[in-house]
């Protein structure tokens, strides 16, 4: 069974730090594209970071640009999102994803991704 976990997430004043953790397992990502969405009360899921199977390829969104880095490991099958000046509209359940087919292009649709964590809860406080 194909799972996507995520960790990380919790509650952390203005101008704070938190570094999310995706752990796959039942298969390798190492060449997949990988994601993290967002999606807060009210709201549509929306794209944050997403990375292509060459590590070296990331995609932001503007509103995080220069504020988080996407990364992996595939040696450890893990997706990161570290997120640094985090703002109050930062906070939404955090998603990580993956697309199935393997070196597909880096896409800012949800509905391009087949597999999907659970989410985790980022909370930022003012």
């Known amino acids: 069974q194909v799972q996507l976990v995520e960790s990380g997430g919790g509650l952390v004043q203005a101008g704070g730090s938190l570094r999310l953790s995706c752990v796959g397992s039942?298969?390798?990502?190492?060449?997949?594209?990988m994601g993290w969405f967002r999606q807060a009360p009210g709201k549509e899921r929306e794209f944050v970071a997403g990375i292509w199977w060459i590590a070296g390829n990331t995609y932001y969104a503007s509103s995080v640009k220069g504020r988080f880095t996407i990364s992996r490991d595939n040696a450890k099958n893990t997706l990161y999102l570290q997120m640094n000046s985090l703002k109050p509209e930062d906070t939404a359940v955090y998603y990580c994803a993956a697309r199935r087919t393997e070196m597909a292009a880096v896409s800012r649709s949800a509905n391009e991704y087949d597999y999907w964590g659970q989410g985790t809860q980022v909370t930022v406080s003012s």
């Open positions: 039942g298969r390798s990502f190492s060449t997949n594209t």
